[in-house]
C-alpha cells in the first residue's frame, strides 16, 4: 500500500493574489505612514491584514458563505476610504497630518544642510509634537563662527521655520561650551 504525499497546488492566479494582498497591506502602512506617522502607519497594515484574511479565510469554506463574504466586501470599502482620506470622516485629522507634513519637511530640510557641509555633520535633530512642532537641533559644531552659520542657513533657507518652534542645544569644540537659544534668537551659553 502506498501513500501519496499531498502536494501543495500551485497556481499563477494563488501567486498573483498573494501579492495583490501583501501590496494592499503595504499600501496602508505607507499611506497611515505619511498621514500620521509610523505608529499609525502600523495600524493601517493591521487592520488591511485582518480584512484580507477574513476574506481569505470566506473565500476558502466550502460552501462559500455568500452572506458574510458580502458583508466583509461592504465592511471593507468604507474602512478602506476612511483610512485613504481620514479628513473627509473628521475634519479635525488635518491639524495632525500638517503636523507630520511639517515633522517631515523640518527633517528633510535639516538634513540636507547637514549632508551638504562637514562642518555640521554632528548635528541631529529630534520633533515633538505640541500645539506646534517643536524641532531641536542638537550636537557639537567646531567653532563660532560655525554655530552661527547653521542659524542663518537655517533661517534662510528652510521654509518649516514659518510653522514650527526651533530649539538650538549646540556643544562648540574650541570652548568646550554648550550654546542655546529658541528660534532665531542669539545663542547664550548654558544655564547648569
Given at each position: 500500500m502506498t501513500?501519496?504525499?499531498?502536494?501543495?497546488?500551485?497556481?499563477?492566479?494563488?501567486l498573483l493574489i498573494g501579492m495583490a494582498f501583501i501590496a494592499l497591506v503595504l499600501a496602508a502602512f505607507s499611506r497611515g505612514n505619511y498621514l500620521l506617522g509610523t505608529g499609525v502607519g502600523i495600524t493601517y497594515a493591521v487592520v488591511a491584514l485582518m480584512i484580507i484574511l477574513l476574506i481569505t479565510r470566506a473565500i476558502r469554506e466550502t460552501?462559500?458563505?455568500?452572506?458574510?463574504?458580502?458583508?466583509l466586501v461592504l465592511?471593507?470599502?468604507?474602512?478602506?476610504?476612511?483610512?485613504?482620506?481620514?479628513?473627509y470622516i473628521n475634519s479635525d485629522v488635518?491639524?495632525?497630518?500638517?503636523k507630520q507634513t511639517?515633522?517631515?519637511?523640518?527633517?528633510?530640510?535639516?538634513n540636507a544642510i547637514f549632508a551638504e557641509d562637514p562642518a555640521f555633520s554632528n548635528l541631529s535633530i529630534s520633533t515633538t509634537h505640541l500645539?506646534?512642532?517643536?524641532?531641536?537641533?542638537y550636537g557639537t559644531v567646531s567653532?563660532?563662527?560655525?554655530?552661527?552659520?547653521?542659524?542663518?542657513?537655517?533661517?534662510e533657507r528652510c521654509g518649516f521655520v514659518e510653522h514650527c518652534f526651533i530649539h538650538w542645544r549646540i556643544r562648540v569644540?574650541?570652548?568646550?561650551?554648550?550654546?542655546?537659544?529658541?528660534n532665531d534668537d542669539a545663542f547664550v551659553p548654558a544655564q547648569n
Open positions: 501513500t501519496e504525499k499531498p502536494r501543495l497546488r500551485f497556481s499563477l492566479l494563488s460552501p462559500v458563505p455568500k452572506l458574510r463574504l458580502a458583508f465592511f471593507s470599502i468604507p474602512v478602506c476610504l476612511a483610512f485613504a482620506f481620514p479628513t488635518q491639524i495632525f497630518v500638517d511639517d515633522d517631515r519637511d523640518a527633517r528633510n530640510e535639516l500645539k506646534i512642532v517643536n524641532v531641536e537641533i567653532n563660532n563662527t560655525d554655530l552661527d552659520r547653521i542659524q542663518q542657513l537655517v533661517y569644540r574650541s570652548d568646550s561650551t554648550m550654546y542655546v537659544a529658541r
